[in-house]
T-cell receptor
Framework: DTGVSQDPRHKITKRGQNVTFRCDPISEHNRLYWYRQTLGQGPEFLTYFQNEAQLEKSRLLSDRFSAERPKGSFSTLEIQRTEQGDSAMYLC?????????????FGPGTRLTVT | SQQGEEDPQALSIQEGENATMNCSYKTSINNLQWYRQNSGRGLVHLILIRSNEREKHSGRLRVTLDTSKKSSSLLITASRAADTASYFCATRETSGSRLTFGEGTQLTVNP
């Protein structure tokens, strides 16, 4: 049973550039989540998918952010025209319905630094 | 916005002692989950307690939930240096699937 994987693990980009992150969930999990975590804080929810459908988006997800899960397997998170405030750890998690609990398993994260 | 609040923000103990962390939340929940995060790494799921449960054990971990007070506690017994990490509680509300995290407790276990 492989865990959730994320790529890349680290990304340094200049302000104004676009970046894209990838998440591969645990294979039998139908739900996939994106969170953002800044230093010293807990993760904050961005969006989640059930299969290929994006069911919920946080108000944190500005127009510059877009997430996709085209075939209900892996997902991508794109940030356009990056700003220094986008610097954070981007975490992906997946879950499956088990007695309604939806226990979420997290990947190692992608650390984004915008210079 | 963060729903949960962990208490204390930082805790430093000696190896072998017990560590207790508390979490409060604001809304009705379906379940509450505790996670551990080593510095700069991803989150590791520790334990889940449902809203109709009051206590749960897993190895050296004991979690309690008081829905009337909207609070939970995580007890780590016989702590080890390897337990040094940040600990977060996260709630899943009765409607929706997202987790809402607190700001975490930084636990340091001194050898």
């Amino acid at each position: 049973d492989t865990g959730v994987s994320q790529d890349p693990r680290h990304k340094i980009t200049k302000r104004g550039q676009n970046v894209t992150f990838r998440c591969d969930p645990i294979s039998e999990h139908n739900r996939l989540y994106w969170y953002r975590q800044t230093l010293g804080q807990g993760p904050e929810f961005l969006t989640y998918f059930q299969n290929e459908a994006q069911l919920e988006k946080s108000r944190l997800l500005s127009d510059r952010f877009s997430a996709e899960r085209p075939k209900g397997s892996f997902s991508t998170l794109e940030i356009q025209r990056t700003e220094q405030g986008d610097s954070a750890m981007y975490l992906c998690a997946s879950s499956r319905r088990l007695a309604g609990d939806h226990e979420q398993y997290f990947g190692p994260g992608t650390r984004l630094t915008v210079t | 916005s963060q729903q949960g609040e962990e208490d204390p923000q930082a805790l430093s103990i000696q190896e072998g002692e017990n560590a207790t962390m508390n979490c409060s939340y604001k809304t009705s929940i379906n379940n509450l989950q505790w996670y551990r995060q080593n510095s700069g790494r991803g989150l590791v799921h520790l334990i889940l307690i449902r809203s109709n449960e009051r206590e749960k054990h897993s190895g050296r971990l004991r979690v309690t939930l008081d829905t009337s007070k909207k609070s939970s506690s995580l007890l780590i017994t016989a702590s080890r240096a390897a337990d040094t990490a940040s600990y977060f509680c996260a709630t899943r509300e009765t409607s929706g699937s997202r987790l809402t995290f607190g700001e975490g407790t930084q636990l340091t276990v001194n050898p």
